[in-house]
């Protein structure tokens, strides 16, 4: 099992910035890929970005690409997500997943809320 507690959500202006962070427990940190998923309520889970097991490679969806930087730190065992210039639509329940695979999401935290107000 992986215990994945997520941090650092909250209310912001639009343009302004917030950094989460995902601290992992349990099993071996690098076995897995970091992503960041998002939701808003009556809506799917959306793709956010993603790190590999090293920290090597980033994927990005293309809403945010440009304003937010995904990072692991595998000393730590926590995966950050910065977020810049965020807007209205970034308001959604951020939630942090590991999987042994790109997509997998093998295992979930408990989400954390960041609203954008306009």
């Known amino acids: 099992q992986v215990q994945l507690v997520e941090s650092g959500g909250g209310l912001v202006q639009a343009g302004g910035s917030l950094r989460l962070s995902c601290a992992a427990s349990?099993?071996?940190?690098?076995?897995?890929?970091m992503e960041w998923v998002r939701q808003t309520p009556g809506k799917e889970r959306e793709f956010v970005a993603a790190?590999?097991?090293?920290?090597?490679?980033?994927y990005y969806a293309d809403s945010v690409k440009g304003r937010f930087t995904i990072s692991r730190d595998n000393a730590k065992n926590t995966v950050y997500l910065q977020m810049n210039s965020l807007k209205p639509e970034d308001t959604a329940v951020y939630y942090c997943s590991a999987g042994l695979r790109f997509k997998s999401y093998d295992y979930w935290g408990q989400g954390t809320q960041v609203t954008v107000s306009s």
């Open positions: 790190v590999s097991w090293g920290g090597g490679t980033t």
């Open positions: 349990g099993r071996t940190f690098t076995n897995y890929v």
